[in-house]
C-alpha cells in the first residue's frame, strides 16, 4: 500500500520560513513525480513545487520561484519543500502528491496526473 506522510507547516509572520517533509512508502522513490499543490479557501488546488525523483526535473509556479526549494533525500525516500521569505498569499492547505513517472514526466504540474495525496498541511502567514 502506497502512503504519503506529511510534516511541517504552521503559523508564520510575513517574511519567515518554513519547510514541509513528504515522505513515501510502498512505492519505488526513484520513479515518481512529487511534490506540492495547495488551496486557499474559495480557490482551486494548484500546482506549487514538483520534482521528477528519478532525474531532478522542476517545476515551480511563477508565484514561488526564488523563494521555494524542492530537494528530495533518496535515502529516506523524502521530499522536501523550504518555503522562504513567506507571503500572506502563501496562505493555503498544502497537499503532498505523488505519480508514477511515466504518467506525469512530460506534464509535470498536471493535477489530473496525480493519483496519491498527502492529509494536508496548514499553512498561515500572518502580516
Known amino acids: 500500500q502506497v502512503q504519503l506522510v ?7 509572520q510575513a517574511g519567515g520560513s518554513l519547510r514541509l517533509s513528504c515522505a513515501v512508502s510502498g512505492y519505488t522513490f526513484s ?3 512529487m511534490g506540492w499543490f495547495r488551496q486557499a479557501p474559495g ?3 494548484e500546482a506549487v513545487a514538483l520534482i521528477l525523483t528519478g532525474g531532478g526535473s522542476t517545476y515551480y509556479a511563477d508565484s514561488v520561484k526564488g523563494r521555494f526549494t524542492i530537494s528530495q533525500d533518496n535515502a529516506k525516500n523524502t521530499v522536501y519543500l ?3 521569505s513567506l507571503k500572506p498569499e502563501d496562505t493555503a492547505m498544502y497537499y503532498c502528491a505523488a505519480a508514477a513517472a511515466s504518467t506525469c514526466r512530460l506534464m509535470i ?10 492529509q494536508g498541511t496548514q499553512v498561515t502567514v500572518s502580516s
Open 6 to 12: 506529511e510534516s511541517g507547516g504552521g503559523s508564520v
Open 31 to 33: 520513479r515518481m513525480c
Open 43 to 45: 480557490r482551486e488546488r
Open 82 to 84: 523550504q518555503m522562504n
Open 109 to 118: 504540474s498536471e493535477i489530473a496526473l496525480y493519483n496519491l495525496w498527502g
